[in-house]
């Protein structure tokens, strides 16, 4: 078996997984030369900012990753048609959001960027390239990209691969740099081998080599949509029952801490909250559920939506919780939102929990008023204006559109914590960020309108402290 060495990496996409894996790459792998590329011309130029604290993408140790390579092995561009055409093996790495029209929309992964890349990839290139697909997509996606890279008749051969990442925001840095397993899918030919080890070649450079895993190409991509199903319905299955806690009075934590003791079950993702976000597990399942009823699997399905309407459930009876105890009504009232980002320690806001709190008081004309460390204005205000033109979802669908002029008359911005509490009827807690619990909450509260209320959307600050300085508290899955 003719192994390729591999010297030369392009990855299409600059976005959550292809900066930071390629960052990774190239630091640990100097003799490997890396060019990530991206149409999107203010993101690549903030990739190559020389204030790293403007890197696009928030991930605590991926500034130091970036400062390292840079410029010595890893370069950002725009030259997309460059860096095909000189690479060996090109990554993909584009955006597979959930279509939001014609079939399968609201389910299942809209592959047009995906399509794109494989025509540009074929005409451009004029000699043999391993591919290797890094966005999550459906099961079979290879087989389409197969198809339309080797429909070119030009004589060049494309060897295509599965390595979807397992990267956790947040924790991406340490994730790449200490991976659970690096997973590999390809042709169980000759070629499909040989394309296999030479990625592994390129991992081998950091990773164990057990560590490695080499499967068929189809079971390397329906693991990535498992991996997230799985994780995903551990936390719906946990919210499921902080609701029943709450009517009987006992502890959502002290459940998790008991069950989680259990080694088969194990604690990893079961921390109640205010429910799950971010760009994978919600996109995920429902990619999971499309296959399902393709396959003429129903009832399979079903299970695997529960997961997703629970999600909602969480969100839905959190925004409701809310306005039950402001007496029924949040019209007029400044209700502040510490924290946007769908978890802490990154600036993603994809599937944010605090959207779809955020769109079920503004249904009821409530003044938001929003502080995050990491979120900017603008993109706060993009998310809910895509929310608006993209109403799916089954809370969602129910809401009305509303203007964005009406919106920004509504939401406010604050790059201060405190001014966002300022004379507010609520504060609601939709991040985990540690700074939140070192806050000067006797202040606080001096400042807010009274009765002064806490809704704790992910448990993070003292219930009995806050309490004992004279606010009504809100935990998930904590009983009075």
Known sequence: M????????????????????????????????????DLNAQRIADWNDADLDKLPIYEPGLAEVVAEARNRNLFFS????????????????????????GVGKGKAADLKYIELCARQIAQVAKDDKIIVEKS??????????????????????????????????????????????????????????AAMQALVDVYANWVPRENILCTRVWSSELSK?????????RVSSINAISALCEKT?????????????????????????????????????????YLCYHFNLPEVAAYWQQVVDMNDYQKHRFAKNIIESLFNTVSGKKIA???????????????TAALYVADELLQDRAEIHVYDPKVTEEQIFADLEYLQTHRVGNYVEQGESMS???????????????????????????????????????????????????????????????????????????GK
Request: charged share 20%; aromatic share 8%; net charge negative.
């Open 2 to 37: 003719n192994t390729k060495k591999i010297t030369n990496i392009c990855c299409i996409g600059a976005g959550y997984v292809g900066g930071p894996t390629m960052a990774m790459i190239a630091q640990k792998c100097p003799h490997i030369k890396v060019t990530v590329v």
């Open 136 to 193: 999550t997509l459906p099961v079979r996606t290879a087989e389409a990209l197969s198809t339309i890279l080797n429909a070119t008749g030009n004589g060049v051969k494309f060897d295509i691969l599965s390595s979807p990442e397992f990267l956790a925001e947040g924790t991406a840095v340490s994730d790449l740099q200490v991976p659970d397993r690096v997973l590999i899918g390809g042709k169980d030919t000759e070629r499909g081998h």
């Open 225 to 233: 949509l498992t991996a997230n199903a799985f994780l995903a319905q």
């Open 337 to 351: 939102f510490l924290g946007w980002a769908f978890k802490k320690d990154t600036n993603d806001t994809r599937e």
């Open 404 to 478: 964005m002029e009406e919106i920004r008359s509504l939401v406010t911005v604050h790059s201060n914590p405190y001014s966002a509490m300022q004379a507010a009827h609520a504060t609601a807690i939709l991040t985990e960020w540690d700074e939140f619990k070192s806050y000067d909450w006797k202040r606080i509260y001096t400042d807010m309108l009274k009765p002064a209320f806490v809704f704790d959307g992910r448990n993070i600050v003292d219930k009995a402290q806050l309490e004992g300085i004279g606010f009504e508290v809100y935990n998930v899955g904590k």
């Open 249 to 289: 009075g006992a502890d959502v934590d002290e459940i998790s801490k008991a069950i989680g003791a259990d080694s088969r079950i194990g604690s990893k993702f079961l921390k109640s909250s205010v429910g799950f976000g971010g760009s994978c597990f919600q996109k995920d399942i429902l990619n999971l559920v």
């Open 78 to 101: 725009t030259e997309v048609d460059k860096a095909i055409a000189e690479a060996q093996m090109i990554f993909i790495s584009v955006n597979t959001p959930t279509k939001t029209y």
